[in-house]
């Protein structure tokens, strides 16, 4: 089975400065990876996903992912933050191919500094 | 758009009740998925199912189960409502093995168990 590990419960960052959110996943095989925000009492959104095209990936609201095999990566990241982007922020990873499950990691919930 | 709806967004039942949860999607996807949400333990899995009446425990189905009697339509019981059920849940549905694996979420459900 496959885990998602993401480092940080919580990242504070001040606005316009770089944000960036790690995963890490165990895999033996490039898997599918995504990545979600969840606003307050919503439910969760896709932001950007990695499907085995190009590693680095374009998400909506500036953000993007860049896929490393040899790190098992998935980090996420925006140059700019914005006072919008408080959220938490979950990734995702698809089990084997053939099987619909994602296993999610536990989130990191985003601050964002005046 | 692919639009996935939760009967109730908030929801106050006392212990020892039956509790339905109801989530529609409008997109003909084959899969649906229910989850709770808790702090620090991000989304688990509690069933799935892949197509009409057929489902699968996922990773706490215990005092939980589902029924999913048209392709749109999966709703999750809790036949007897104890406080330990007190959490988010949140609906998600997807196409078939052929898609990413991308799920699309509802709004969620706050369950409080009195």
């Known amino acids: 089975a496959q885990s998602v590990t993401q480092l940080g419960s919580h990242v504070s960052v001040s606005e316009g400065a770089l944000v960036l959110l790690r995963c890490n996943y165990s895999s033996s095989v490039p898997p599918y990876l995504f990545w979600y925000v969840q606003y307050p009492n919503q439910g969760l959104q896709l932001l950007l996903k990695y499907t085995s095209a190009a590693t680095l990936v374009k998400g909506i609201n500036g953000f993007e992912a860049e896929f490393k095999k040899s790190e098992t990566s998935f980090h996420l990241t925006k140059p700019s933050a914005h006072m919008s982007d408080a959220a938490e922020y979950f990734c995702?990873?698809?089990?084997?191919?053939?099987?619909?499950?994602?296993?999610f990691g536990t989130g990191t919930r985003l601050t964002i500094i005046p | 758009d692919v639009k996935v709806t939760q009967s109730s967004r908030y929801l106050v039942k006392r212990t020892g009740e039956k509790v339905f949860l109801e989530c529609v999607q409008d997109m003909d996807h084959e899969n649906m998925f229910w989850y709770r949400q808790d702090p620090g333990l991000g989304l688990r899995l509690i069933y799935f199912?892949?197509?009409?009446?057929?489902?699968e425990k996922g990773d706490i189905p215990e005092g939980y189960s589902v029924s999913r009697e048209k392709k749109e339509r999966f709703s999750l019981i809790l036949e007897s409502a104890s406080t330990n059920q007190t959490s988010m849940y949140l609906c998600?549905?997807?196409?078939?093995?052929?898609?990413?694996?991308?799920?699309?979420f509802g709004p969620g459900t706050r369950l409080t168990v009195l």
């Open positions: 995702a990873v698809s089990d084997d191919f053939g099987n619909e499950k994602l296993t």
């Open positions: 998600a549905s997807s196409p078939d093995y052929r898609s990413d694996n991308e799920q699309f």
């Open positions: 199912s892949y197509d009409v009446k057929m489902k």
